[in-house]
Structures are given as C-alpha cells and as structure tokens.
C-alpha cells in the first residue's frame, strides 16, 4: 500500500465523493438521475430517495460550506421525467435546509438540467483555495492549483473485487494537481483502470495513467487506500 502524498494531505474521501478542507467543500460528480427511468428498470438501486439520501450523509458527516456537483446530474440527453426533475430540486432543497451553497457543474448529459436546477449552472467553477471543479468531457477556460473532474468514471479491480476508484496525480494537469472522481452513481459499472492506457478514458485532461494513484475508499473500515502509482501498480496486478 502507498502512503498519501503530501500534496493530497487536505483532501478527505468518502462515498464516491471528495472533501477539501481549504475550499470547505464537497464535489461530487456523475449522479446521473434519471437512469432507471432511461433503462426502464422498475426499482432502480440509485433512484433519486436513494442518491439525496446519500448526499445529505456526506453533508452531516463533512458539514461543508458549499457543494458541487461536477456534472452528470441527469442522465438522459433529450428528455426530463419528473421523477428526474423532482430529485434535482429535492437535491437542492436538502442543500439549502442544511445553510450549505449548492453549485452545479454542467456535464456532457446535462443539456436539461437548466430546466430543473434551481440556481446557476456554470460549465466550471473555482472554489476558494484556487481549485478549479468542472466535468472533465472538455478542458476548463479556468485555471488552478488544483482540477477535479468526473466523467471518465474509474474503477479498479483488487483482488478479483472490481471496485470504484478516484485517481489523483501532482503536476498531472496545467502544471497542477488532478484529482478524477469515480461516478456517484452505483448504477455505474465503472471503466477499470488496471491495464488501461490514458486514451482509453474519455477526458482531455488524462494525457496519461502512469502517475496517477488509484485511491479506493473501504466503507467498511471507513478508510482511504492509496495504491502506488499505475505505471508500478499495473505491473502488480
């Protein structure tokens, strides 16, 4: 096992999403509401109950200042079933009941959310300690210290056990950190990492795997593993 970086020493892992201490925020990214209807699945596992659920924990364990939503709040391209449209507003209101400013990212499936999504969206935005939160389907006009992205949503096979993983890399983007967030969703299966090459995840801001650090949180154990870097960490596996 990999001892965290020095550099990764204010970030805070848990339930698929990240919390930095500097900013006082949590980012989280690739809800992806709406699914079950677009799958046509009767009780889908993350319907939206589920996921806000899931946020309001991570807002009372956390208690941040703000949130963001990195993008892929809905899923579906072309159309917003209420029950989408409900869970996006129901997510807002549970932000707002908890004194906690909600920001939404906008995503490569979120050409409605407009139409639900009670504040502003931003293609990208800059959080007070200089990190720059935006979706990661095209590069950000902003720039930080620090990018956190969704989208390419990685996962990791140990052990036999596929498991979804955040990836953080110093220097790996604009000169800055990049942290990669595995998708919120658990309806998601996740593009395993393990012998994969940087082109075959989908963001322009992953030139390349080899630096990157897969970090895998047990929610058993309530822990964050750090794994080596993948250019030593493929080798083992």
């Known amino acids: 096992m990999a001892v965290r970086p020095p550099a990764a020493e204010t970030l805070r892992f848990a339930d ?50 703000t949130i963001v939503f990195a993008g892929d709040l809905l899923h579906s391209f072309d159309r917003l079933p209420r029950t989408a449209a409900d869970a996006i507003e129901g997510l807002w209101a549970d932000c707002a009941d908890a004194d906690v400013d909600a920001l939404a990212v906008v995503g490569n499936h979120d050409s409605r959310l407009a139409d639900c999504w009670p504040g502003s969206v931003a293609d990208a935005v800059t959080l007070d300690d200089g990190t720059v939160v935006c979706h990661g389907h095209a590069p950000p006009e902003e720039r930080g210290h620090r990018y956190v992205i969704g989208h390419a949503h990685p996962a990791i096979t140990i052990e036999g056990v596929k498991r979804p993983c955040y990836l953080f890399g110093k220097d790996a983007y604009r000169g800055g950190e990049l942290l990669v967030l595995p998708a919120f969703t658990t309806l998601a299966g996740g593009v395993d990492i393990s012998d994969r090459r940087a082109g075959d995840l989908p963001s322009p801001l992953v030139s390349t795997l080899a630096p990157l650090q897969p970090v895998v949180w047990d929610d058993e154990d309530d822990d964050t593993l750090w794994f080596p870097p993948l250019q030593q960490l493929q080798r083992l596996l």
């Not at 698929?16 to 009767?42: E, K, N, P, T």
Request: proline share 4%; aromatic share 4%; hydrophobic share 50%.
């Open 16 to 65: 698929r999403a990240v919390y930095l201490d500097a900013a006082d925020a949590v980012v989280l990214a690739d809800l992806h509401v709406g699914r079950g209807d677009a799958s046509r699945v009767a009780a889908p596992i993350d319907a939206g109950e589920s996921i806000r659920q899931r946020v309001r924990t991570l807002l009372d364990r956390f208690e941040p200042a």
